[in-house]
């Protein structure tokens, strides 16, 4: 074999070790450790709400996540003057119409 042939060789074995390392860290890492809970800071089975409750002035969103089903739901408004304010209780989704004092303008009463 000559030189080009033996590079050839040892670059096609290297990259189907690549791949086989790859493929086998996606297939056999256990379910529970992809969680996302280093970016989203919630569990495998849990809620987590940007503006910490209740808080119809500020626009926030709530993620939650139940098991590999991930959802995220932002605070909106409806007719102009009520806002649909999406808060955690537990592990659970919760969204309660409100009506503002005045306007309702992305997602906050104004």
Not at 27 to 54: H, M, Q, R, W
Not at 83 to 93: G, K, M, P, R
């Amino acid at each position: 074999m000559n030189k080009r042939g033996k590079y050839y060789t040892v670059s096609v074995l290297v990259a189907l070790f690549v791949f086989v390392i790859l493929f086998s860290a996606v297939v056999f890492v256990p379910e529970k450790t992809l969680t996302g809970k280093s970016v989203l800071n919630i569990d495998a089975y849990g809620c987590y709400d940007s503006d910490e409750g209740n808080d119809i002035y500020q626009p926030g969103y709530v993620t939650y996540n139940k098991g590999s089903y991930v959802k995220r739901r932002y605070d909106t408004c409806s007719e102009n003057k009520y806002l649909i304010e999406y808060s955690c209780e537990a592990e659970n989704v919760v969204a309660m119409e409100k009506e503002c004092d005045n306007v309702c303008i992305n997602g906050a009463c104004k």
